[in-house]
């Protein structure tokens, strides 16, 4: 993953040494691109028996790892100074951990793909650099684990919001700096053979670095 880094800032840096002027219709229509970066956080993980309520407290893993992923959307100027749009985001990695075994057992949890769509609102502070807003909707595919080898699968759902910059190198390449959080709702997880469920809520960060081209 550090490979992957380096091997993309090489590349920003390539275009920046090479950058033209930005034209002032750079921030309008679509734009695909990539990202990487790190995500850290913890994860609420109340337990009970299966199918009873979720009410005896454990610790929250702590779970964190490198992300890396894509991404595509549309931006409208408004008013010369302003900019708007939408973005899908796909991103990928292992954010994990485990409670060390605080209710008896030690649970692990293993966040994976995770899908977001947001909207962002941003001013141009000069015609080359966007500093913005974003906040949308964002899904997460977890995994937890208990002892037995039970692995069950949710999907979790919530918002995710934050701010960002993005710098126009010219008319084609931006690069981005981006940081996000989550508020994701519960969901329950089952682990029958040790006959408990738990709700995992993960409560999630992370700073991502990309580059766009914007056609």
Same mark, same amino acid.
């Given at each position: 993953?550090?490979?992957?880094? *380096?091997?993309?800032? +090489?590349?920003?840096? +390539? !275009?920046?040494?090479?950058?033209?002027?930005?034209? +002032?219709?750079?921030?309008?229509?679509?734009?695909?691109?990539?990202?990487?970066?790190?995500?850290?956080?913890?994860? =609420?993980?109340?337990?009970? &028996?299966?199918?009873? %309520?979720?009410?005896?407290?454990?610790?929250?893993?702590?779970?964190?790892?490198?992300?890396?992923?894509?991404?595509?959307?549309?931006?409208?100027?408004?008013?010369? *100074?302003?900019? &708007?749009?939408? #973005? &899908?985001?796909?991103?990928?990695?292992?954010?994990?951990? =485990?409670?060390?075994? *605080?209710?008896?057992?030690?649970?692990?949890?293993?966040?994976?793909?995770?899908?977001?769509?947001?909207?962002?609102?941003?001013? !141009?502070?000069?015609?080359?650099? !966007?500093?913005?807003?974003? %906040?949308?909707?964002?899904?997460?595919?977890?995994? +937890?684990?208990?002892?037995?080898?039970?692995?069950? *699968?949710?999907?979790?759902?919530?918002?995710?919001?934050?701010?960002?910059?993005?710098?126009?190198?010219?008319?084609?390449?931006?690069?981005?700096? #981006?940081?996000?959080? =989550?508020?994701?709702?519960?969901?329950?997880?089952?682990?029958?053979?040790?006959?408990?469920? #738990?709700?995992?809520?993960?409560?999630?960060?992370?700073?991502?670095?990309?580059?766009?081209?914007?056609?």
């Amino acid at each position: 993953m550090k490979k992957r880094i *380096s091997m993309i800032a +090489a590349a920003v840096a +390539a !275009l920046a040494a090479n950058a033209a002027p930005a034209a +002032a219709d750079t921030w309008n229509g679509p734009y695909v691109g990539a990202h990487t970066g790190y995500g850290s956080g913890d994860v =609420d993980q109340p337990w009970g &028996l299966v199918g009873g %309520a979720l009410t005896s407290p454990q610790n929250s893993p702590e779970v964190d790892g490198w992300i890396y992923g894509i991404q595509g959307g549309y931006n409208w100027t408004v008013g010369g *100074s302003w900019v &708007l749009g939408g #973005e &899908l985001q796909a991103t990928w990695g292992d954010r994990e951990g =485990d409670d060390g075994g *605080s209710g008896g057992d030690v649970n692990g949890v293993d966040i994976g793909t995770e899908w977001s769509l947001r909207g962002r609102a941003g001013y !141009l502070i000069t015609p080359t650099i !966007l500093l913005y807003g974003t %906040a949308g909707y964002v899904s997460m595919d977890v995994e +937890a684990s208990a002892p037995g080898g039970e692995t069950p *699968s949710e999907t979790i759902t919530g918002w995710t919001y934050g701010v960002g910059g993005e710098w126009a190198f010219n008319d084609t390449w931006s690069a981005t700096l #981006e940081w996000r959080t =989550d508020e994701m709702d519960q969901e329950r997880f089952s682990f029958p053979i040790n006959n408990y469920d #738990e709700g995992l809520t993960p409560n999630t960060s992370a700073i991502r670095v990309g580059a766009n081209w914007h056609f």
